[in-house]
C-alpha cells in the first residue's frame, strides 16, 4: 500500500515544485542528473565483475580487518556503498563468502562512503567541475559503444562521474538561485526537536532516492548555499545513514536466510551508529571543531566540517560495533534462524545470486551438487543399499551380497520431489541467465553444469526401471540370477563410491585418467556380461525370458554408469592445467575405446581357439 502511494506523492510534490519556481526544477533535474550518474557508474563497475572485483572480495574477507578493509576500499572506489551491499549479499547467498565476512564488508563499507561527502566538500564546491563534466561525457560514449565489455565498462564509469558532477554543479547552482527568492532557513528548528525531525527528513529523503550518497550531495549543496543550518545539516546526515539500509533490506528479499541475516546486520548497525550519534552530538560536534581547528579547516566551512563530522560517527560506530560482532552474529542466526532443509527445493538458485557471474557459476556448481547428493540417495536406495554401508566397506561385493533387506521408499514419489524439481530449477536457471549479458566463458560452464545435471537425471531414472527386478531377483538367494544383479548393483556402487573419492580429494589431485579406464571397464563389463548370459542359457542355468529381462536391466546400469561417469568427468576435472590438458589429449574417445575392446576381444577368442 505504501509503495503505491508513494509514486504519486513523489510526483505531486515535483509538481508542486516545478510549478512554485524554476530555479526548483534545476535542483531536481541535478538530483536526477546525480541519481543517473550513480545508476551508471553501478552499471559500469557491474561490467567489471566476473573478474577483479569478486576475486578480490573472495580474497579479502579471510578475517574480519580485510573484510573491513575491503568494504572501505571499495566503497571509496566504487562511491556506492549500495553496490558494495547488493554484490555482498549475492556472494553471501551464493556461500562464497561468511557471515561474518560480509558483516565486515558491511561496517568498512559505512566508513568508505564517507569519502563522498569530502570529495563533493573538497572538491566538487571548490572547483567549476562541469567543466570537467563535458569533456568526461564526450570520451564516455565513444568508449560505451566499443564491442569490449571492458572499455565499456570504463565508459561507464566515466559516464556516470560526468554525470555526478554535472549533478552537483546543478544542484549547487539551483541552491544558488532559489536562496534569492526563498530562504528555506525559515524552517530551521533548533534543539532536540529540530535534530529529530531532520534526521527523520533525511531518512525519507534517502529512502526515496535510494542513495545515501545523492543525499549527502542534496545536503552539502544546500548547505554551501546557506539553505539550510549547520545543526540541521548534522541531523540530516545522521538520517541519510539511516535510510541508505533501504537498499540492503530491498537486495535481501530475494536473498537466502544468509542475505536477510546481512540486511538485519547493516540496519542493527546503522541504527545502533545514528543512536550513538544523536545521543553524543555535542561532544562529537566538540571533537569536529577540534579536528577542523587541527587539519586548517576554517571554523566557517561547515561543508567540510560535515564531512568530519560524518566520518567521525560512522568510524564511531565501527569501533563501537566491532567488539561486538561475534555477538552480534550469535543474534543474527538467532532472530533468523536457517530453515530446516528442504531437500525438494533449490539450495542456492535464488535472485540474489543472479547479478554477478562468479555468484551464477558458483550457485549453479552448488546446486548441481546438491541434486547429485539427492540422485545419490535414490540410487543406493533403489538398489536396497545403503550409503554409509558402501562408502565405508572395505568390500564392496560382500556388502552388497549381504544387502538382502529391500528398502522401502516410493521410488517415483521420492523422484518427482527431490530429483525433478531440482532439475527443473536449475534448467530454468540456466536459460534465464542464457538471456543475459555474461561472458562467453560463463555460459559454457553454466551450460556445461545444465548437462551434468541432465545425465545425473538420466542415471536416476535408469535405476528406477532397474529397481523392480533387482529388489525381485535378490531380496533372497535364487542362484546365477541374484549373482548377476548383485554384480550389477556392485558395479553402480563402486562408480558411486570412486566419485565419493574424486570429491573429497584435493582439485589438484584429480585425475581424468581412472575415469577413462572405468570406462574401458564398462564396455569390458558389458561385453563379458552377454558372454556370460549367452554361457548360461546354453547350459540350462538360465531361463531364456529371465535372461532377456536381464539384458534389459543390464543395459539400464551400464547406462547409468556411463552416465555417472561423465557427470564426473565434467564436474570435477578441471582443464585449465597443463596437467590436466594433457590428461584430456590422452584421454580415449568412446569410439578408441570401442575400438581397443574389440581388439582386446578378438585377441582373447584368438587364444581361447589355440
Not at 241 to 267: D, E, P, V
Not at 289 to 315: E, P, R
Not at 431 to 456: F, H
Not at 549 to 569: E, K
Amino acid at each position: 500500500m505504501m509503495k503505491k502511494l508513494l509514486l504519486p506523492v513523489i510526483l505531486l510534490v515535483l509538481s508542486l515544485g516545478f510549478w512554485a519556481s524554476s530555479d526548483f526544477q534545476e535542483i531536481a533535474a541535478g538530483v536526477a542528473i546525480f541519481l543517473f550518474g550513480m545508476l551508471m557508474l553501478e552499471d559500469g563497475f557491474k561490467l567489471f565483475s566476473g573478474g577483479i572485483l569478486e576475486k578480490l572480495l573472495e580474497r579479502a574477507t579471510g578475517s574480519v580487518p580485510k573484510s573491513l578493509g575491503f568494504g572501505i576500499l571499495s566503497t571509496t572506489i566504487m562511491q556506492s556503498s549500495s553496490l558494495v551491499s547488493v554484490i555482498t549479499i549475492s556472494f553471501l547467498s551464493a556461500g562464497l563468502i561468511s557471515l561474518v565476512a560480509g558483516v565486515g564488508i558491511i561496517f568498512g563499507a559505512n566508513i568508505g562512503t564517507t569519502t563522498g561527502a569530502w570529495l563533493v566538500a573538497g572538491f566538487g564546491l571548490k572547483v567549476k567541475i562541469s567543466a570537467y563534466a563535458l569533456p568526461m561525457l564526450a570520451i564516455a560514449i565513444v568508449l560505451v559503444f566499443q564491442k569490449n565489455k571492458y572499455l565499456r565498462g570504463a565508459g561507464f564509469v566515466l559516464a556516470g562521474l560526468g554525470f555526478l558532477f554535472l549533478g552537483i554543479h546543478h544542484m549547487k547552482e539551483g541552491f544558488e538561485a532559489f536562496k534569492d527568492q526563498f530562504d528555506l532557513t525559515r524552517f530551521a528548528l533548533a534543539g532536540l526537536l529540530g535534530l529529530l525531525v531532520y534526521t527523520l527528513v533525511g531518512t525519507a529523503a534517502t529512502v526515496v532516492m535510494q542513495s545515501s550518497h545523492a543525499t549527502m550531495t542534496l545536503i552539502i549543496t544546500a548547505l554551501a548555499a546557506s539553505q539550510i543550518s549547520y545543526e540541521n545539516a548534522l541531523a540530516l546526515a545522521i538520517g541519510a545513514n539511516i535510510g541508505t539500509t533501504i537498499t540492503a533490506i530491498i537486495g535481501s528479499l530475494t536473498a537466502n536466510f544468509q542475505g536477510k541475516r546481512l540486511a538485519l546486520a547493516h540496519l542493527i548497525f546503522n541504527m545502533v551508529t545514528a543512536g550513538v550519534a544523536l545521543a553524543f552530538i555535542g561532544p562529537i560536534r566538540m571533537s569536529v571543531d577540534f579536528i577542523s581547528a587541527g587539519v586548517g579547516i576554517a571554523d566557517t566551512d561547515y561543508t567540510l566540517k560535515l564531512a568530519v563530522f560524518h566520518t567521525i560517527f560512522n568510524t564511531l560506530g565501527v569501533l563501537i560495533m566491532l567488539p561486538l560482532l561475534n555477538k552480534l552474529i550469535v543474534f543474527l542466526e538467532r532472530t533468523i534462524a536457517q530453515p530446516e532443509e528442504d531437500l525438494s527445493k533449490p539450495k542456492y538458485l535464488s535472485a540474489a545470486v543472479d547479478e554477478f557471474p562468479q555468484t551464477i557459476e558458483h550457485a549453479m556448481r552448488s546446486e548441481v551438487k546438491h541434486l547429485y547428493d539427492n540422485a545419490v540417495e535414490l540410487i543406493v536406495h533403489g538398489l536396497n543399499l545403503h550409503r554409509h554401508d558402501i562408502f565405508t566397506s572395505k568390500d564392496i561385493a560382500a556388502t552388497v551380497a549381504t544387502s538382502r533387506t529391500p528398502v522401502e521408499f516410493d521410488i517415483d514419489e521420492r523422484y518427482e520431489a527431490r530429483i525433478k524439481t531440482l532439475y527443473s530449477a536449475i534448467v530454468e536457471f540456466a536459460t534465464r541467465v542464457g538471456a543475459r549479458d555474461m561472458p562467453e566463458d560463463v555460459m559454457d560452464d553454466i551450460y556445461s553444469l545444465r548437462d551434468v545435471a541432465g545425465r545425473i537425471v538420466r542415471a536416476v531414472k535408469a535405476v528406477k526401471h532397474l529397481r523392480r527386478n533387482a529388489t525381485r531377483y535378490t531380496q533372497t538367494e535364487q542362484g546365477k540370477i541374484t549373482d548377476l544383479y548383485d554384480q550389477l548393483r556392485t558395479e553402480i556402487a563402486r562408480i558411486l563410491v570412486e566419485i565419493n573419492k574424486l570429491d573429497l580429494a584435493d582439485p589438484e589431485d584429480r585425475s581424468s585418467l581412472w575415469l577413462d579406464q572405468e570406462r574401458v571397464q564398462v564396455l569390458s563389463d558389458a561385453q563379458d556380461t552377454n558372454h556370460r548370459i549367452d554361457v548360461l542359457i546354453r547350459n540350462h542355468e538360465l531361463e531364456a525370458i529371465v535372461a532377456t529381462s536381464f539384458l534389459n536391466d543390464a543395459n539400464y546400469a551400464y547406462a547409468a554408469i556411463r552416465d555417472l561417469l561423465g557427470a564426473a568427468r565434467a564436474y570435477y576435472i578441471e582443464t585449465e592445467d597443463a596437467m590436466a590438458e594433457v590428461e584430456r589429449i590422452l584421454a580415449l574417445e568412446d569410439e578408441e575405446l570401442a575400438d581397443l575392446l574389440l581388439t582386446a576381444s578378438a585377441s582373447q577368442r584368438g587364444d581361447g581357439g589355440k
